[in-house]
């Protein structure tokens, strides 16, 4: 571990002489990209990340909402992407368990789990398959053991992750207002170090997620203990409860020497701190290992002498480490010692605040030519087209991943995964929803628009469910920022979810940047994952059964948008075209509309339109009702295209909704009322999913059969190595 | 030809942690009398049974086998093998 030259230069000039080998420790965990965000920070300033409902409080590690009757709801996105490449099972749990302490830090308790994965592709792909089965493992055993529910999330497979894991993991958490904790401290409190034992494992693991993932070098392996992270969590909540905390923070990336230093900057206070007071693992480790080791299920915590006995008492009780490493000083120094020997002096503003870098950009060369179209063949069969979409990685049902999940336990999940957005019931009465949503195919053909398309496709999924999307959550993973190439679409993208969150007035209430994500083959595909967070004030929309007869409605234009989508990626091999772009005004009508209409309840669902077009989103819902579809193209509203562009362009803030046909005349009033491009294209009945156009059958598919193929593509592939179609 | 009977052995690295060890020995070994016990490491055993040569490539196959397949991560894990002829 070490600084870069003209960052050691600083650092002496800040602390006029040479710093010591812990002080040098300390300093490059604390300045590596992970910890100091040092070439994001300057530009997330642009997001905004105020609004009625968000609650600022120093020191949070997540984002804190008022959802009303004295009630709040936490929020944060974390990645463990380096550590999940190396140990897939290990760094996913680990992964979860870092965003479950950011929830507890604030107050609140943990009470959802989201994740996002990629690899490569799992068809040709051994080790992108091996990476998958062992991450999903690793969430599901973690996540479980824990008795929080893990309600969604999405999978996807590109070349682009070649070698490679991204593994996201959002939290939400809930609790009462008045038990927040209010990060301070007084004169004369000390520190408390919480939770499992410091050990070698991690070590140099916040500089290790800042560098590219070189073949050989990858030493920073954490073990999960999913056990002693139940016992903090319900530690800590019993000491807030008796309010025996003044401060906490998470010990995550960095270690001892981010939480002091962040804790002391955050506070405006100085801490002197005793490495002989950590419980360690190992008896001899050095003062340098303690401050960096990045040992999982721990945390500090500020205390007064006087509530010590009762936070050692309830730590006794859950049977979990507890020791006063160190003092709280009014000095604003981050003082480390071991015994009486100081190994360690600086100013906390120093270590927590590394100089911000302004990297330049430039626009991509690829880019240029990349909207350009290639003629392909014209599709003879489209039944067997569909059947191999539907075979494929991306669109097969994930019922494999997220039945490993438990996703109903604490009895809150009302709308269960599988759906656009899971709800999840609140004790005041409202309901909340959320998603997570991300599209590296259409990033990395316009970063812009791609990063809005995935905003808006999360806001689209928790719409669906009758919420109201009150904040956002954005983790921007790019690759090496000091390339201005690839800098320039971490700008694009970042600029792109300001505008649309600006627009509709959704604050960024937490987020993550992950940067130096490269492969042994180069850069992944700019990946921005966007969570949503809607709320409920009514009741929720619960999907009903679909009947004979019911009635299939499109709200949204289909337009000419096949860049980046899984038919031309997927079934031509074609990286290109022109990605879907959103209509600000237009996706701010439609979803008005549909909220209206769910409050009115006349719809049995919606479902919005996404991934493999109109074609797999009418299929999805066919096969979920076990009911079948016949769907009229030429009714579809938008510019008159081709079959094929109708059935698989992605074009955003497209709804589908099914309803009894009674229904129909109250519908079409909300939706010309409020101006909005609809048209009613299909009748559902009978076990065929049809397609016509010109009352020409283009598409016909066996319900049952697509139903089969879809529902176990995916396993047959991960397990038994196994292509459907 | 020899049937040779060789057993797998993998554990986590020296320094890597071991929670089920450590509970094993926190909250079973050391609660009762066995005061002398300091630590506890699990580790999970593949016995082989197989078909070679001699000793020499008996051992070989078999780490062969658990490169390839997988059978457990260089990264966190190291493998023991210990082969016995039958």
């Not at chain 1, 879907?580 to 509309?593: G, I, L, Y």
């Not at chain 1, 919606?606 to 109109?614: E, I």
């Not at chain 1, 009945?685 to 598919?701: E, P, V, W």
């Amino acid at each position: 571990m070490s600084l870069e030259e003209q960052e050691l230069a600083e650092l002496k000039s800040k602390i006029g002489r040479d710093p010591t080998s812990t002080e040098l420790q300390i300093v490059a965990a604390e300045w590596s990209e992970h910890c100091s965000y040092k070439s994001s920070k300057r530009h997330l300033k642009m997001l905004p990340m105020d609004g009625p409902l968000v609650i600022n409080e120093k020191g949070y590690d997540s984002g804190v909402l008022d959802v009303g009757d004295g009630y709040v709801v936490t929020a944060h996105i974390e990645s463990h992407n380096h550590p999940s490449a190396v140990e897939p099972y290990g760094g996913a749990a680990t992964g979860v368990g870092g965003v479950i302490r950011d929830i507890l830090s604030a107050g609140t308790r943990p009470i959802a789990i989201f994740d996002g994965l990629r690899f490569g592709d799992i068809e040709t792909d051994l080790q992108a398959r091996w990476l998958f089965k062992n991450a999903v493992t690793g969430i599901a055993d973690y996540g479980n053991c824990l008795g929080i529910p893990t309600i969604g999330g999405e999978v996807e497979f590109d070349e682009c992750y070649k070698n490679y894991a991204l593994v996201d993991v959002a939290a939400l958490g809930f609790g009462k207002k008045e038990n927040l904790i209010k990060n301070h401290a007084k004169k004369d409190d000390i520190v408390v170090l919480m939770g499992g034992s410091t050990g070698r494992d991690g070590i140099g693991g916040s500089q290790f997620a800042s560098d590219s993932l070189e073949s050989e070098d990858r030493s920073a392996v954490q073990i999960p203990d999913p056990f002693i992270e139940k016992l903090i969590i319900e530690a800590v909540l019993q000491a807030r409860n008796d309010g025996l905390i003044h401060a906490m923070k998470d010990l995550g990336g960095g270690g001892l020497s981010c939480a002091i230093s962040e804790t002391a900057d955050a506070l405006d206070i100085g801490i002197e701190m005793d490495v002989d007071k950590v419980h360690t693992r190992e008896s001899d480790m050095t003062p340098d290992e303690i401050m960096v080791s990045e040992s999982q299920e721990r945390m500090l915590i500020v205390t007064s002498k006087i509530k010590l006995k009762k936070l050692e008492e309830i730590c006794k009780k859950f049977r979990i480490g507890c020791s006063v490493i160190g003092l709280v000083k009014f000095d604003n120094q981050v003082h480390i010692k071991k015994g009486e020997k100081t190994v360690a002096n600086l100013s906390a503003d120093v270590v927590a605040n590394a100089t911000l870098l302004d990297l330049p950009s430039k626009e991509p060369s690829y880019l240029k030519t990349i909207e350009d179209e290639q003629k392909f063949k014209p599709i003879s069969d489209y039944s067997a087209l569909m059947m191999k979409l539907l075979a494929s990685p991306n669109i097969a049902s994930k019922i494999w991943v997220y039945g490993q999940y438990d996703h109903e336990v604490g009895i809150r999940t009302v709308v269960k995964p599988g759906t656009d957005a899971s709800v999840l019931r609140l004790d005041n009465g409202k309901y909340l929803s959320a998603k997570i949503d991300g599209n590296p195919k259409q990033c990395y053909i316009n970063p812009r628009e791609g990063a809005i398309g995935c905003f808006e496709e999360a806001c689209r999924n928790v719409v669906c469910t009758g919420a109201k999307p009150i904040g956002m959550l954005d983790h921007l993973q790019f690759g090496n920022p000091k390339d201005p190439e690839i800098f320039w679409t971490f700008l694009e993208s970042l600029k792109g979810l300001t505008d649309f969150a600006k627009f509709f007035k959704i604050p960024c209430v937490g987020g993550k940047v992950s940067l130096y994500n490269e492969t042994p083959t180069g850069s992944i595909k700019p990946t921005p994952v966007i969570g949503v967070i809607g709320l409920i004030d009514k009741k929720p929309s619960v999907p009903q059964k679909i009947s004979q007869d019911d009635c299939l409605l499109i709200i949204g234009d289909t337009k000419n948008e096949l860049g980046g989508s899984e038919y031309f990626e997927y079934i031509h091999k074609f990286v290109g075209g022109k990605c879907p772009t959103v209509n600000f005004e237009d996706s701010k009508k439609h979803m008005t509309s549909v909220l209206d209409i769910i409050d009115k309840n006349l719809i049995k669902s919606a479902h919005d339109c996404s991934k493999g077009g109109l074609a797999v989103a009418v299929s999805e819902i066919c096969m979920t009702n076990q009911i079948g579809c016949k769907v009229s193209l030429d009714k579809v509203p938008g510019e008159k295209l081709d079959v094929d562009r109708i059935l698989f362009s992605e074009s955003h803030s497209r709804y589908l909704l099914s309803f009894d046909k009674k229904n129909i005349s109250m519908i079409e009033e909300i939706l010309k009322k409020n101006k909005v491009s609809f048209e009613q294209i299909g009748q559902f009945g009978g076990n065929q999913i049809q397609f016509t156009n010109a009352s020409k059958l283009i598409i016909d598919l066996d319900l049952k059969k697509a139903h089969e193929i879809w529902l176990h593509a995916l396993p047959n592939l991960v397990l038994h190595g196994k292509k459907s179609v | 030809m020899t049937i040779f009977q060789v057993n797998v052995t993998i554990e986590n690295k020296p320094g890597i942690s071991d929670p089920e060890g450590q509970t094993i020995l926190n909250d079973l070994v050391l609660k009762g009398t066995h005061k002398t016990v300091s630590n506890i490491k699990t580790a999970k055993m593949l016995k082989f049974t197989i078909q070679e040569n001699d000793k020499k490539s008996a051992q070989s196959k078999v780490q062969e086998i658990c490169d390839e397949l997988r059978i457990y991560n260089p990264m966190v894990s190291i493998v023991t093998i210990d082969v016995f002829e039958n």
